[in-house]
């Protein structure tokens, strides 16, 4: 399939302007250039162009968003002037599988300031001697150069490709974290809620046996009053002395 048809079959029915990544490996590129990409992709942010068949990059558009930007297995030598020209915003740049041959064919990716990311593999100027420090120092704005920054630390995840990612789940961990502090804390509410119900039935308690015992203290004084009121049994009443006289009289 040739690259402007397998454009259109990417586009799906949508505008260029809406399309942030556009990957068109394997198909043909007519006379070894860039075919169907257009400035109006204004949003594009990654291009996959491998294994098309390209010896030339110098009908790239201006794509003042591409990020990322992947041409190996071509068969490009040169010619880097333009990238550095019209994609500004460069980042990753994938060269491995082409023909570069010396570091000097290298020097117009100086002009992209923000390209950390350069991968050469299979390039026979990787066969050169001291290959690695003499692209770290032609390009000092570099971190990773196939795959290892300057100290042959291995880049992780494509270098930044999931910092996202890794603060999403920073986000979900925090999100997690506070969620088990308002569990704690509820539990906390619900212990000191338990406590005041135990302390009420326990003065509840304490205050009912009290009352039972006061209850029975008068029952008590109300069962001397009546005992006090009541005469002894056997004992005679004694006659008073008005008794007597009233006797007497009506003797």
Known sequence: ?????????????????EVTELVLDNCRSGEGKIEGITEEFSNLELLSLINVGLTSVADVPKL????????????????LEVLAERLVSLTHLNLSGNKFKDISTLEPLKKLPQLKSLDLFNCEV?????????????????????????????????????????DEEEGESEDFEEEEEEDEEDVVAEEDDDDDDSADDEDGEVNGDVDSEDDDEDEDDEDDDDEDSSPVKGEKRKRDPEDEDEDEEDD
Do not use: W
């Open 64 to 79: 003042d968003k591409l990020k990322k930007l992947e041409l190996s297995d071509n068969r490009i030598s040169g010619g």
């Open 1 to 17: 399939m040739d690259m402007k048809k397998r454009v259109s079959l990417e586009l799906r029915h949508r505008s260029p302007t």
């Open 126 to 166: 990787t066969n050169l001697a001291d290959y690695r420090e003499s692209i770290f120092k032609l390009l000092p704005q570099l971190i990773y150069l196939d795959g290892y920054d300057i100290d042959d630390c291995e880049a992780s995840d494509s270098d930044g490709e999931g910092d996202g990612v890794e």
